[in-house]
T-cell receptor
């Protein structure tokens, strides 16, 4: 079974600064997907960024980038130039690519990191 | 940009009552999902649905739960006899394919009294 660990329950950062949220996962599989979702106070889950495990290049989406270390099973999210609107709960998620075995594509979520951006 | 919508945003019900939570997935998506999130806890998978049948379900999704796609646009989650512990945020999601990113709706907050 896959597990996703987010070791930082809470983080805070000053506006315009950079913050990194950590995520580690445990799997014996080689092909999978990793995601970061953002859940603001409105509680809607919004996709921030997605990474395919077969890609060595780290995914980037504007101010959001990841540091994907496959050997270390680490998938951290870096938010540059933090904005007040970045205040949210951030969930890391793992999804096994079961194309070959016909298994499930159900993501496993971590417990989340609450990020507060201070003005 | 297309998005998943859910109604109602908040549902309050008495224990033992039936509730139906509604979702309109993104129109060209073929895979549909329900998740729940008890306050302060992580998101948990309930069920996935494809081609008018359940493709996978978790241990949480017992006989009290059912899903349906009554027409070409809606996807519903029914809880037959609600319990206090069913109080949670329920999220619907949809995706274009199994391996594609799942897009979540805004959620329905269910409160069981």
């Amino acid at each position: 079974a896959q597990t996703v660990t987010q070791s930082q329950p809470e983080m805070s950062v000053q506006e315009a600064e950079t913050v990194t949220l950590s995520c580690t996962y445990d799997t014996s599989e080689n092909n999978y997907y990793l995601f970061w979702y953002k859940q603001p106070p409105s509680r809607q889950m919004i996709l921030v960024i997605r990474q395919e495990a077969y890609k060595q290049q780290n995914a980037t989406e504007n101010r959001f980038s990841v540091n994907f270390q496959k050997a270390a099973k680490s998938f951290s999210l870096k938010i540059s130039d933090s904005q007040l609107g970045d205040t949210a709960m951030y969930f890391c998620a793992f999804m096994f690519d079961s194309r070959a075995s016909g298994g499930s594509y159900i993501p496993t979520f971590g417990r989340g990191t609450s990020l507060i951006v201070h003005p | 940009e297309p998005e998943v919508t859910q109604t109602p945003s908040h549902q309050v019900t008495q224990m033992g009552q039936e509730v139906i939570l509604r979702c309109v997935p993104i129109s060209n998506h073929l895979y549909f999902y329900w998740y729940r999130q008890i306050l302060g806890q992580k998101v948990e998978f309930l069920v996935s649905f494809y081609n008018n049948e359940i493709s996978e379900k978790s241990e949480i999704f017992d006989d009290q739960f059912s899903v349906e796609r009554p027409d070409g646009s809606n996807f519903t989650l029914k809880i037959r006899s609600t319990k206090l512990e069913d109080s949670a945020m329920y999220f619907c999601a949809s995706s274009d394919s199994q391996s594609d990113t799942q897009y979540f709706g805004p959620g329905t907050r269910l409160t069981v009294l």
